[in-house]
């Protein structure tokens, strides 16, 4: 797939992996609609790409509220004619134990995550179905592998790999590519945002960021992924470890990831 002059929308893109993928897509010749909850960072990031030399706009829109996507969709189409590539990239997580989570907490991850992904897709579909594009949902390895404190995050990535898999087969023969992306780790904003129990943020990422693939490497690799059309894209050599021996040992695993979880800062299962 050639991404030149193509018209991409990414969802909560004005910071971490989604505003990485409008760099480096808009380098490669792709025009970009972002979107983002806060206008201070949308314009922010809007001037961040013009001055990058990219074609863009983009527009305040809460992944959460059905409305919102529709005028997401709406307004890229007035302003560049088009849609080609959808990017379903906004998310938040959390971090608590379930019997400590408040149920508002779950709901609000996954009216993001989750639902947020499908309302995108919903009001895109017609658009990408026409010009024979594709459709990329920013999952996780936590789509494949629950972890503990995430039952939440967890749930709603597991709930977005089955959604996309149904999808992929109802358009395998429209011309529709539909990609799923799981990063394992990625040094962004995401575990900083992650909400408590409670529903306020941790605010302080309980890991070494500094150590994780960055969102500019993520989103490189998420290019040329979707150059060559693949169906899955599992990130980082610990992320594909666990995919694979998660499908074989997943009893050993569950101790594996405990063990590795536990030793968290301030973690909640010590």
Same mark, same amino acid.
């Given at each position: 797939m050639e #991404?030149?002059?193509k018209v991409v929308v990414i969802t909560g893109a004005t910071s971490g992996i989604g505003? *990485?993928? %409008?760099? #480096?897509?808009? /380098?490669?010749g792709a025009k970009i609609w972002i979107t983002g909850r806060s206008r201070v960072k949308l314009d922010e990031t809007l001037v961040f790409l013009q001055k990058e030399g990219i074609v863009c706009g983009g527009g305040v829109c809460d992944a959460a509220i059905a409305e919102q996507n529709q005028q997401m969709a709406d307004d890229a189409i007035k302003h560049f004619g088009k849609i080609d590539v959808l990017i379903n990239n906004a998310g938040i997580s959390m971090r608590a134990l379930f019997r400590e989570l408040d149920l508002k907490v779950f709901?609000?991850?996954?009216d993001i995550n989750f639902w947020g992904t499908v309302y995108a897709t919903k009001f895109c579909m017609d658009e990408i179905i026409k010009n024979k594009g594709a459709i990329i949902g920013v999952s996780s390895i936590n789509g494949f592998r629950g972890t503990p404190a995430r039952? %939440?995050?967890? %749930?709603? /990535?597991?709930a977005m790999n089955g959604f996309f898999e149904s999808l992929r087969t109802e358009v395998m /023969?429209?011309?529709?590519?539909?990609? =799923?992306?799981?990063p394992g780790f990625t040094a962004s904003? #995401?575990?900083?945002? *992650?909400?408590?129990?409670?529903?306020?943020?941790?605010?302080?990422?309980?890991?070494e960021e500094e150590k994780m693939m960055t969102a500019e490497e993520v989103a490189e %690799?998420?290019?040329?992924?979707?150059r060559k059309k693949k169906r899955d894209l599992?990130?980082?050599?610990?992320?594909?470890?666990? =995919?694979?021996l998660n499908k074989w040992i997943p009893g050993i695993m569950d101790k594996i990831v405990y063990n590795h979880m536990a030793k968290e800062k301030d973690s909640p299962f010590k």
């Open positions: #991404i030149k002059n505003q *990485a993928c %409008a760099l #480096i897509f808009g /380098k490669a709901h609000q991850v996954m039952t %939440a995050y967890t %749930a709603s /990535k597991f /023969k429209l011309g529709v590519h539909v990609m =799923v992306v799981c904003n #995401i575990r900083n945002n *992650a909400l408590l129990g409670d529903g306020t943020s941790q605010s302080e990422s309980p890991r %690799a998420m290019l040329t992924a979707l599992v990130l980082t050599n610990q992320g594909k470890m666990a =995919v694979f």
